[in-house]
């Protein structure tokens, strides 16, 4: 297994308590890649690294650990997690059944800042969508959906909602699964944006739970073809 090695410059923010920046900070860098499947994260090295005691990082493990990203192995150490996929065909379901309650709770809280701020990112993320940009369209995306998510008021499924999406994006950087039917997606943003801009509570449920549900088909068969690819060289092999 490998061993930690992290380049990214960690700088302490206060009054944020050191735990939650440190979480922060190493959930990024799984999220992105630059910690990768089966790295071990030392803790005398990242305290060298962050230039804090060793308290924070234990905590920030614990999370870590809670939230699925690494696994604490006794007597050898804490490794960022493999992910498998049952982790996909688990996270895709609850997140498109939460995400449609999301949208149902927000429609009552929406306001008109909040549409032209779904209006901005939408069209920042059409834009990105025409010049094949797929980092920035993922980024304009999250702020989208962002928005109505926050808009729920429900602190306890954001934070769930938050967790799940943060997973989401850390499968697509670890496959380097970058598909997407632009086209359709650009369509059924819009369509949702409209269905919050009418208030149509029933249409707006079945869009976003039917969006990501699409999204966990397309995922698995990458998966399949990939699958079927590493066998087709390891026969010629």
């Known amino acids: 297994m490998k061993t930690l090695t992290i380049e990214n410059q960690f700088s302490p923010l206060y009054p944020v308590s050191l735990v939650e920046q440190i979480t922060d900070f190493l959930t990024n860098d799984i999220i992105e890649g630059r910690l990768e499947t089966g ?3 030392v803790e005398n090295e990242l305290q060298r690294k962050f230039g804090i005691s060793r308290a924070p990082i234990r905590e920030s493990f614990r999370i870590l650990e809670q939230n699925r990203l690494v696994m604490t192995i006794p007597r050898k150490g804490t490794y960022v997690r493999k992910i498998t996929q049952k982790d996909i065909e688990e996270n895709f379901p609850i997140r498109a059944s939460l995400e449609s309650l999301a ?14 701020r779904m209006e901005f990112t939408f069209s920042k993320m059409t834009e990105a969508a025409e010049n094949n940009d797929f980092k920035s369209y993922l980024k304009y995306h999250s702020d989208y959906h962002e928005i109505f998510i926050n808009a729920s008021k429900n602190e306890t499924l ?13 499968f697509r950087f670890s496959y380097l699964y970058i598909q997407e039917s632009f086209e359709y997606a650009i369509r059924v943003h819009r369509d949702i944006l409209d269905c919050f801009i009418k208030k149509d509570i029933a249409r707006l449920e079945i869009l976003v739970k039917e969006h990501i549900l699409i999204a966990l088909d397309r995922f698995l068969q990458f998966l399949r073809e990939k699958e079927l690819g590493e066998e087709a060289i390891a026969r010629k092999v």
């Open 39 to 41: 790295q071990r994260l």
């Open 103 to 116: 949208g149902r709770l927000a429609i009552s809280h929406l306001n008109q800042e909040d549409i032209e």
């Open 158 to 170: 954001i934070g769930i909602l938050q967790n799940l999406r943060r997973q989401a994006h850390w």
